[in-house]
């Protein structure tokens, strides 16, 4: 009876010490699971800012530069596109094409040094490179949260709760390949004229 008695004691012991320390992993899974979803969120809070600004930018150009619709055209359908995305993915994919289509206007805009001295323009272009330095930061923000909670629900006995508790990998922010490359501009067609 006595040795029973103990038995028990120890097994009730040791189910508190696997409770409590599930507890604290949960906990900590928790925890970097919100660190995760901020990080992006303020990924998101930069790119919305980019995307506000855009209108005024394409608005400005396009008052001297009509002639590089093509170019305009491209930022504008580009920034639908990030405002039509539904997923994560859908939205950094469409962010991607959208800093293309912002470096080809950019590119655009040095064909035209009237712009260039305007006050409304330079402006808005200074606040629209201080807000691509702020999403660089934030995307790093972003993967370094997201590599720590990946760390810590992979790693052993975490793992074994991560599973049973439903807490996933999260993927990092990766450019695609087309980012690999400098966006091109052709100066060579011409637009067209009537006759």
Known sequence: M???LIFLGVLVVLAVFVAISL????NRMVGYQEEVNTAYA????VLQRRYDLIPNLVETV?????????VLTAVTEARARVG???????RLDAETQLSGALSRLLVVVENYPELRSNQNFIMLQDQLEGTENRIAVERRRYNETVQQYNRYIRQFPQNLAAGMLGFDRREPFEA???????????????PETQQ
């Open 23 to 26: 507890a604290g992993t949960y």
């Open 62 to 70: 396009r008052g001297f530069a009509s002639q590089e619709e093509r």
């Open 176 to 190: 695609p390949e087309a980012a690999q490359e400098a966006p091109r501009v052709d100066f060579n067609t011409q």
């Open 42 to 45: 303020q990924v998101q809070t």
């Open 84 to 90: 039509g995305a539904q997923t994560p993915e859908q």
């Open 2 to 4: 006595k040795k029973a």
